[in-house]
Structure formats: C-alpha cells, structure tokens
C-alpha cells in the first residue's frame, strides 16, 4: 500500500467519522426547542439533519458568536434538551465555541433563533394554502355537478364522461392530499 492509499484511506476514514452520529446535550429556550421541531415537522426534515444544516456553517456560527449577548443570554430561561448530530458538527460547535470564548449553548440558541423568520414565512403560506383550499373544495362541487350532468346527458359509458370520471378521481386524490396536507401543517398556526 503506498502512502498516496494510506492518505485517500485515512481522509474516508476521517469523513465518515465526521458524518457519525453523537448525542449531545444543551441548555435550550422553549422556544428555540420548539422552533427546531416545529421547522422540522412542517418541512418533513430530520431534526439531525435541519440541526446539522443550521450549526455546520463555521463563517455563520463565528458571525452569530460575535453578536451574542452573554447577559441577555443567561437571563434566558431554559431546560436541558438531548439531540443527535453529526460528529463534524460537535466538532465544528465546540470549536467555534471555544475560538470566540462563547457558551456553545448560546450558539446553539441563537443559531436556532434563526429559524423564526421560516416559521413566520411558512404561517403566512399556511393561511393561503386554507384559503386556496377552500376554493377548491368550490371548484370541486363544480366539478361534481358538472360530471352528473355529462353522465345524465351522455350516459355512463361515454368516452367523455368516462374520462371525466379518471379526472375526477385524480381531483379527488389530490384534494384529500392537500387537505392532509395543511391538517398536518396546522401545527405551524400555534407558533
């Protein structure tokens, strides 16, 4: 084996280090806790991934290190919460902690602070998406009274009612996934 294997062998060898997963512990608002999971419900995202995503950009955590408030962040009440991430992003974490004398806690938090403007974003697209619903749940007693008609003028088994009927089975598939849709999303509506 020579040296050149040895480095590419080490080098997947410390990457897939970096993406193992590690349980890590921190002093966290409600909010930020909430925040995480809420994103990370609304959005079908892994918490590990939508945590790794927000902690493992160093120029990011080094810009949020330096606008931390250390008073204002201990006035913070808060409870101890357990995550899994990746290795990397402890890493990175605690560096980035130790580089700017910054709480790694209060990184965390004010990383995830950064998750309120996707909430109010992702709330406001929630009450359009009821509002559209809503016009076409309309639409859709249109359509109904439109496919009775074509059955009672043209009979059944018309190729036109018949293709009819395939459109509004689809409709009707799609409609029942939108409506679970914004069921599963009202969480978001409490935020």
């Not at 250390?70 to 409870?79: A, G, H, S, Y």
């Not at 009450?127 to 074509?150: G, H, P, V, Y």
């Not at 009612?161 to 978001?188: D, G, H, P, V, W």
Request: hydrophobic share 35%; charged share 35%.
């Amino acid at each position: 084996m020579t040296n050149e294997d040895n480095t590419v062998t080490g080098s997947v060898t410390m990457d897939l280090r970096g993406r193992q997963s590690v349980r890590a512990t921190f002093k966290l608002s409600e909010k930020a806790i909430e925040s995480l999971s809420l994103v990370a419900v609304h959005l079908g995202i892994k918490q590990k991934s939508l945590f790794d995503h927000l902690v493992d950009d160093a120029e990011a955590l080094s810009n949020i290190a330096e606008k931390i408030r250390i008073r204002q962040f201990n006035q913070i009440e808060r409870v101890q919460k357990t995550y899994v991430l990746s290795r990397k992003t402890l890493d990175l974490l605690e560096m980035i902690a130790k580089d700017n004398n910054t709480p790694r806690d209060a990184l965390v938090e004010y990383a995830l602070k950064r998750l309120e403007d996707v909430i109010l974003a992702e709330k406001e697209k929630h009450k359009k998406r009821k509002t559209l619903l809503k016009e076409l749940d309309s639409q859709w007693k249109n359509a109904i009274t439109l496919f009775e008609k074509s059955r009672k003028e043209l009979g059944e088994e018309d190729p036109f009612c018949r293709s009819l009927e395939k459109t509004m089975n689809a409709m009707s598939k799609t409609k029942n996934e939108l409506k679970t849709f914004i069921e599963k999303s009202s969480i978001i509506e409490t935020y």
